[in-house]
């Protein structure tokens, strides 16, 4: 059993960022959601948001659309859905590139204060889109601009120019044995 912290260490140097990088990795559930609890503190703060999902296609009926474009988020699902359903991948590939095009275009553009780049890793890690370019347009963003990024093995690029990195980890699932995702849970 652990003991409660006794001492709090505070950091050498505090300052304030006008705004954060954050990407939420690993091979757990939950990086997605945590993004949107992210979402709804930034829509607390009367912040605009825009939230670009990469996997995800119009087809899909997911509660955190729903609630968000309820709120006020601009919503765009660029996505093909699941690689291993896709007839073809090329045409998954172009989608993707079409969906970095519009997330450079509402970084750079600076209405947004927080943009959420929702599993925007996979086509990175499958050479779809150029990780190098979606780390330079983060870097170079408005400063008023806030990023989240989401999906499995976010590389070395994003982890580079990410301010806050959390890895989520896979200790159980209930999909590993047989229950399929939940209507409210997962989506």
């Known amino acids: 059993m652990t003991q409660p912290p006794q001492e709090y260490r505070e950091p050498a140097e505090k300052k304030h960022a006008k705004s954060l990088v954050v990407v939420n990795t690993g091979d757990g559930r939950g990086k997605s959601s945590s993004a949107w609890g992210i979402m709804l503190r930034a829509l607390g703060r009367g912040w605009k948001v825009g939230v670009v999902q990469y996997m995800k296609s119009g087809n899909w009926k997911v509660g955190e659309e729903a609630i968000g474009i309820q709120l006020g988020v601009d919503w765009w699902h660029i996505g093909a859905g699941f690689s291993w359903e896709s007839k073809d991948l090329s045409k998954d590939e172009a989608i993707a590139k ?34 190098a370019e979606v780390a330079e347009t983060i870097r170079n963003r408005p400063s008023q601009v806030n990023v989240v990024l989401t999906g499995r093995s976010a590389s070395q690029e994003l982890i ?10 896979n200790v159980k699932h209930a999909f590993e044995s047989g229950i399929m995702a939940k209507r409210g849970i997962d989506y």
């Open 98 to 131: 079409e969906a970095w095009a519009h997330s450079k275009a509402i970084i750079e553009g600076g209405a947004y204060e927080l943009v959420i780049l929702d599993e925007i890793t996979y086509p990175i890690n499958w050479n779809w889109i150029s990780g």
């Open 160 to 169: 580079d120019v990410a301010d806050t990195v959390s890895s989520v980890e």
